[in-house]
């Protein structure tokens, strides 16, 4: 049987040997190397590209996970990278994600669990449970970046200016100070290029930006 | 003095014109007097047939023989009266006649010019007075003795003038000289009362001591006048320099200015007194430490307002420095502060984190009673969450590697789902290329997390609303709720408020606070591209 080859990059020993212990029961997995940091990581990876899987910790001295998962990307290798991480906030998540993190998973996780996501992660496919995902959907719905020429806020502003209302009307209800709104103004009048108020309702309607 | 010269002056010229016109009077008089007893000589001498004897000549001529000649007879006299005789004695004849005495007095009694004390007489060489006297009428001038200096000085053949005593012992002007006729031993005097002649002088001198009377009235009155008009104002000129010496540039009074002088001087006074005050206030306002108060220096020559401009300056640039080295050191003690929260954090976080979860490994490895294994996985789960808790209070790794905005997005949700209140963070930094420095974030963080803590204690809010946005040249953070809000100068100390404005000042940033019921809000204002955070 052909099993998974396994190396495992975390900075702190007994975590190493905890991880090393655990994995040691499965016959299926071969923890084949321990690296306590990313620099160690890559140049392993460099010399062993056959290696199938890396259990990869966030926060490490020298090279980080982020930083580990760039280098990943640029080395010839088949090698799929699963996160193990005490950071359980979405943006966290995401980016790991977005640097091509086969999975997520936080440290306490439960070991049945862990193995579980080696072996789906082996076999070549992305992994997130259920609890990871929300953490990094919830994240994404509030990050979206707009491709707009004006931003939500620039558009909530010019709404509110567009109804006749005061610096002062707007701040208050956006909740913002005055020299805000005015500096959203200007940045508005700005990148719709034009000279005053009147101008930008008219171009703005024009653009049905309102 | 001047009149006293001119008085002098005067005299000497007035006395040397009556000595003059009396020298020509008597040279007039002798001239006169030698023409007539010449005359008489000469008639007398061509006419033989006339003779007299004593007696019808009312004289008693000694009996001795007399030459031919022209005596003084007058001590042959019976009366003693002025008696020029004439003796022929040629030719064996014997004749004697005596020249009347009225022609002499005649000539003498022709006073004009003399006013009235002027006189001209003869005097014989025994001093006794031949000619009658002006002022002893009724006397016989033969028992008037003249014994003066010109009488004396006369008779020794000398001609003279001046001043001196006459046989009334009076002081009078006279000229003297000797008649020269023959053998006769007369002289001749014209004289003057001084009183007479320098009764004018007097006048004169009455005059003029009247007029320096007035002079030096007028002179003190006018001085009495000029002590008031300007004296006075120069005295009290002076008490005002003195005050203004003594420090007191306010009570200072106006005066009454008479003339233009003394009324630029008191203008010029005026301007010291406005310019002195200036100063003063100029100082006082230093003295405060209102150090943006102005001062123009009054002219280029102003050194105590250059010299206060100048300590302002200084005291301008120490206050400066000290501001500085007080938000250095206060930073520095934040920095400290923040960098041993974060040291302790991660310690937490990454440290003891890993090790619980290295315990987990262990216990899944070895406790084989799969009950106990997942009880202690969940007590184990349990403490790992809380460090997490804890280590994300102390100081959000979150923040370390996405930002003050992830930081605030998770730590707003986190009081969301522990407290229940409405609270939103709009998050509106620039996605890519923010400028927002470490420390801003720090600060903006712990700013947040103090208002957010204050509301939650004090203000029983309902809707808390948190915008960060982000602008060329600035970042603001404007904060709101909803609570019962708060006075600021009722704030207790530790409210945190304190901490808030001087992590503000340590970015040297703005605060602006507005709070009522139902509405309190924070504005803070921090600069971007500041070097010095």
């Known amino acids: ?22 994995l040691k029961r499965h016959d299926d997995i071969e923890v084949i190397q321990c690296v306590s940091d990313g620099e160690e990581l890559i140049k392993f990876i460099k010399s062993n590209p056959e290696t199938d899987i890396v259990l990869l910790d966030i926060s490490m001295p020298n090279m980080d996970g982020f930083g580990a998962l760039n280098k990943l990307k640029s080395i010839n290798t088949n090698v799929k990278p699963i996160i193990i991480s005490m950071h359980d906030e979405g943006n966290y998540i995401a980016k790991c994600a977005k640097m091509g993190a086969y999975s997520y998973l936080l440290k306490n996780t439960d070991q049945e669990e ?9 076999g070549g496919k992305k992994y997130f449970s259920p609890n990871i995902s929300e953490k990094m959907i919830d994240y994404m719905s509030d990050n979206t970046v707009s491709k707009d020429i004006l931003s939500k ?3 909530e502003v010019l709404t509110l200016i567009s109804k006749g209302n005061t610096t002062k009307e707007i701040a208050a209800q956006l909740y913002v100070s005055s020299r805000t709104i005015e500096t959203h103004r200007a940045n508005i009048l700005k990148k719709l290029n034009v000279k005053n108020t009147a101008e930008l309702i008219i171009k703005a309607v024009n653009m049905k930006l309102i | 003095m001047l009149s006293i010269t001119f008085y002098s002056q005067f005299s000497e010229v007035l006395t040397n014109r009556i000595l003059q016109q009396l020298n ?12 007539l007893i010449k005359a008489e000589w000469e008639s007398f001498m061509s006419t033989s047939d006339d003779t007299f004897s004593g007696d019808t000549l009312k004289i008693r001529l000694p009996h001795k023989a007399l030459e031919t000649g022209i005596y003084d007879f007058t001590k042959y006299d019976f009366n003693n009266e002025f008696t020029i005789g004439l003796v022929d004695a040629s030719n064996g004849n014997y004749r004697v006649k005596t020249i009347p005495y009225k022609k002499i007095m005649n000539i003498l009694l022709e006073r004009t010019g003399m006013g009235e004390t002027g006189e001209s007489y003869i005097v014989g060489e025994d001093y006794r007075m031949r000619t009658q006297s002006r002022f002893f009428k009724d006397s016989t001038p033969h028992s008037i003795v003249v014994k003066t200096v010109g009488v004396t000085n006369a008779l020794n053949d000398k001609l003279g003038k001046g ?20 053998n006769l031993k007369l002289v001749i005097l014209s004289e003057i009362d001084k009183d007479e002649v320098e009764a004018p002088l007097e006048n004169l001198k009455e005059r003029l001591f009247i007029l320096m009377f007035l002079v030096i ?18 005295l009290n000129m002076k008490n005002s320099l003195k005050e203004m010496a003594g420090g007191n540039y306010n009570e200072i009074n106006e005066f009454t200015k008479n003339s233009n002088e003394i009324k630029e001087m008191f203008e010029a006074l005026d301007d010291l007194k406005k310019s002195l005050q200036g100063a003063v206030n100029f100082s006082k306002e230093i003295g405060s430490m209102n150090l943006n108060s102005q001062y123009t220096p009054k002219s280029k020559k102003d050194v105590l307002g250059k010299s206060l401009l100048k300590m302002r300056d200084k005291l301008l640039e120490f206050r400066n420095n000290e501001h500085i080295s007080r938000i250095k050191n206060k930073r520095q003690l934040v920095e400290g502060l923040e960098n041993e929260r974060q040291r302790l954090s991660r310690e937490l976080h ?11 490994f262990y216990i899944d490895n070895h406790v084989d009673d799969k009950e106990l294994r997942l009880e202690m996985g969940k007590i184990i789960d349990n403490t790992i969450s809380e460090i997490r808790i804890m280590s994300n209070a102390l100081a959000p790794s979150i923040m370390d590697d996405f930002g003050v905005g992830a930081a605030l997005t998770n730590f707003t949700k986190d009081i969301k789902k522990a407290f229940g209140v409405s609270i939103i963070f709009e998050d509106l930094l620039k996605p890519v290329n923010s400028k927002i420095t470490k420390n801003q974030e720090t600060h903006i963080f712990r700013i947040t997390q103090e208002l957010v803590n204050n509301t939650l204690k004090h203000a029983k809010a309902k809707n808390i609303r948190i ?12 904060y709101f709720d909803d609570g019962e809000g708060f006075k600021e100068d009722h704030v207790i100390l530790g409210s945190g408020i304190i901490n808030i404005k001087e992590r503000v000042e340590i970015c040297n940033g703005k605060i602006q606070i507005q709070s009522k019921p139902r509405n309190t809000t924070f504005d803070i204002e921090l600069p971007i591209d500041n070097e010095n955070n």
């Not at chain 1, 998974?4 to 655990?22: C, S, T, W």
């Not at chain 1, 862990?114 to 082996?122: A, D, F, G």
């Not at chain 2, 990454?350 to 987990?360: F, H, I, Q, R, Y």
């Open chain 2, 163 to 182: 001043l001196y005593k006459d046989y009334r012992n009076i002081d009078v002007y006279g000229v003297y000289g000797p008649i020269q006729v023959e």
């Open chain 2, 24 to 35: 020509s009077i008597k040279t007039l008089k002798r001239f006169q007097v030698e023409k």
């Open chain 2, 467 to 478: 915008t960060l946005s982000e602008f060329d040249d600035f970042i603001s953070l404007f």
């Open chain 1, 114 to 122: 862990l193995v579980k996501v080696v072996r789906i992660v082996s």
């Open chain 1, 1 to 22: 049987m052909k099993t998974i080859k396994l190396v495992i990059a975390d900075d702190h020993e007994l975590f190493r040997n905890g991880l090393n212990e655990l």
């Open chain 2, 350 to 360: 990454d440290g003891l984190g890993p090790l619980l979860t290295s315990l987990k």
């Open chain 1, 153 to 155: 806020k620039e558009t």
């Open chain 2, 217 to 234: 009235v007028i002179a003190i009155l006018i001085s009495l006048f000029l002590t008031r008009i300007i004296t006075s104002p120069i």
